[in-house]
């Protein structure tokens, strides 16, 4: 005889306005240790939907793997300041690799001379989307830092390498399809 049981996907443990932490402890939802958190999950996700629509065959797998980087980047700073040890992957190694993604691939498009703007591949719009909600997570995870609620400097390197890259696969995207990159500066 099998016994089926019914999972739930909600705990109802947040309905008093607060969120467990990794270790001891619940926080308020709008604590800046919960805001970074949030903003990380707001940048994975933007990355997932930029995954989804990109057509060069270097981006899905780039962004794959960051994404996995950022769920670990997550847990750390969800972490109690005695757990963020356990937590602890990002370091030199992986902002390296950032940069030698990012190296590789500025030696294949051309680099505008001027800012540009985005919307001229679905990709490449997606790219740029996600580009600015990882500079918003690093401004909280910089906030973080610099309240001392998290010690390791390498989280914010790797999201600042993070939207380094994100541009250059947004050139990547607009190459690949053929378009020519719409300057922010009409000529």
Not at 54 to 83: F, G, H, W
Not at 89 to 96: E, L, Q, S
Not at 157 to 164: A, Q
Request: hydrophobic share 45%.
């Amino acid at each position: 005889m099998v016994i089926m049981t019914t999972m739930t996907f909600y705990t109802a443990k947040g309905d008093d306005g607060t969120t467990g932490l990794l270790g001891e402890g619940r926080v308020p939802k709008y604590h800046i240790r919960m805001e970074a958190v949030g903003a990380l999950d707001e940048a994975s996700a933007a990355l997932g939907l930029a995954r989804a629509q990109c057509s060069a065959p270097q981006t899905a797998p780039i962004l794959l793997e960051a994404q996995r980087d950022l769920y670990k980047l997550m847990a750390e700073v969800a972490a109690t300041p005695e757990n963020a040890p356990r937590f602890h992957f990002i370091d030199p190694a992986r902002v390296t690799w950032l940069e030698k993604r990012t190296d590789e691939l500025s030696g294949i498009v051309e680099l505008p001379k001027e800012f540009i703007l985005p919307g001229d591949t679905l990709g490449g719009a997606a790219l740029s989307l996600a580009r600015a909600v990882v500079r918003r997570a690093e401004r909280r995870v910089v906030s973080l830092f610099d309240e001392e609620e998290v010690v390791n400097a390498d989280l914010q390197r790797y999201l600042n390498r993070l939207s380094s890259l994100c541009f250059v696969l947004e050139l990547l995207e607009n190459q690949n399809a053929g378009k020519k990159t719409t300057l922010a500066k009409s000529s």
